[in-house]
């Protein structure tokens, strides 16, 4: 299974802003149909966040148009997601996904999930 480390999780204050990385454990983007991250906040369904294909093509869910913005750093096996004018209700647990994912000798696809890092914003 395929390891994603995320970090840049924390607290902040609404308005303000916060990086998250997921850096991968192998040179694996390239393989994958997709890269994601997912939010889930307490008592709610995970949620779609943003996504960016292989081939550059991104995503965005409305309630975060316009204010996150998602890239990806294949040289560093990183996705990146930069979060500005941050709201109360972006306090949720974030999830980097790797979706589609089939190397050469994988006979089928996989999905992989991140641990999840905490955003807290507070007014």
């Known amino acids: 299974q395929v390891k994603l480390v995320e970090s840049g999780g924390g607290s902040v204050q609404v308005g303000g802003s916060l990086k998250l990385s997921c850096t991968a454990s192998?040179?694996?983007?390239?393989?994958?149909?997709?890269m994601n991250w997912y939010r889930q906040a307490p008592g709610k369904e995970r949620e779609a966040v943003s996504s960016?294909?292989?081939?550059?093509?991104?995503t965005y869910a409305d309630f975060v148009k316009g204010r996150f913005i998602i890239s990806h750093d294949d040289a560093k096996n990183t996705l990146l997601l930069q979060m500005n004018s941050l709201k109360t209700e972006d306090t949720a647990v974030y999830y980097c996904?790797?979706?589609?994912?089939?190397?050469?000798?994988?006979?089928?696809?996989?999905?992989?999930w991140g641990q999840g890092t905490q955003v807290t914003v507070s007014s």
């Open positions: 192998e040179y694996i983007f390239r393989w994958c149909g997709g």
């Open positions: 996904v790797l979706k589609g994912c089939r190397r050469p000798w994988e006979i089928r696809e996989f999905d992989h």
């Open positions: 960016i294909s292989r081939d550059g093509a991104v």
